[in-house]
T-cell receptor, first 113, second 113 residues
Framework: EAEVAQSPRYKITEKSQAVAFWCDPI?????LYWYRQILGQGPELLVQ????????DSQLPKDRFSAERLKGVDSTLKIQPAELGDSAMYLC???????????FGPGTRLLVL | AQTVTQSQPEMSVQEAETVTLSCTYD???????LFWYKQPPSRQMILVIR??????QNATENRFSVNFQKAAKSFSLKISDSQLGDTAMYFC??????????FGQGTRLTINP
């Protein structure tokens, strides 16, 4: 069964450093999402792509976060510089269309020291 | 803005019992979708069940079923014959029109042997 792949699974970094997360969606899924999940809470959308275009990045802290999906397939989320408050789980999801069921990857757990 | 509310932060039942998780949502749309996702301690989010608002029939998936009360904007999840592997965080979520998927705060369900 096709799955969303993410790497790394865990990342420890010091504040002010740069970090990057990678996501490979299910083949054929045009819509890709990045979420941030604080422990004990539901995920919150950071950015949504339709193919290579950003559809929604209203909750993305653009002073330090960036996301790209250059060829409309895999995607990278970057944080520079990382802050203590960025410690969270970063989830990637994909769907065939924007109103379709979203399938989630295993996530990257980030700890900023 | 769309909202999803889960009023039960934690629940605990014995194995083989039936448990119902509550969810209410707010919408001004006529076309929307509702979901229950499960996030086990390993943290990967898994789709449990999906309901289209235009369908009157409640969705079922093996031991999982929903009680969709459209007028009351209620979408509860019933787990029958609960198993130890059902222990997880359960998130109710909705997507309305072209808007983003919004999650509730989650219910931590523990199945005791």
């Amino acid at each position: 069964e096709a799955e969303v792949a993410q790497s790394p699974r865990y990342k420890i970094t010091e504040k002010s450093q740069a970090v990057a997360f990678w996501c490979d969606p299910i083949s054929g899924h045009a819509t890709l999402y990045w979420y941030r999940q604080i422990l004990g809470q539901g995920p919150e959308l950071l950015v949504q792509f339709q193919d290579e275009s950003v559809v929604d990045d209203s909750q993305l802290p653009k002073d330090r976060f960036s996301a790209e999906r250059l060829k409309g397939v895999d995607s990278t989320l970057k944080i520079q510089p990382a802050e203590l408050g960025d410690s969270a789980m970063y989830l990637c999801a994909s769907s065939f269309q924007s109103t379709g069921t979203q399938y989630f990857g295993p996530g990257t757990r980030l700890l900023v020291l | 803005a769309q909202t999803v509310t889960q009023s039960q932060p934690e629940m605990s039942v014995q194995e083989a019992e039936t448990v119902t998780l509550s969810c209410t949502y707010d919408t001004s749309e006529s076309n929307y979708y509702l979901f229950w996702y499960k996030q086990p301690p390993s943290r990967q989010m898994i789709l449990v069940i999906r309901q289209e608002a235009y369908k009157q029939q409640n969705a079922t998936e093996n031991r999982f079923s929903v009680n969709f009360q459209k007028a009351a904007k209620s979408f509860s999840l019933k787990i029958s014959d609960s198993q130890l592997g059902d222990t997880a965080m359960y998130f109710c979520a909705s997507i309305q029109g072209a808007q983003k998927l919004v999650f509730g705060q989650g219910t931590r369900l523990t199945i005791n042997p």
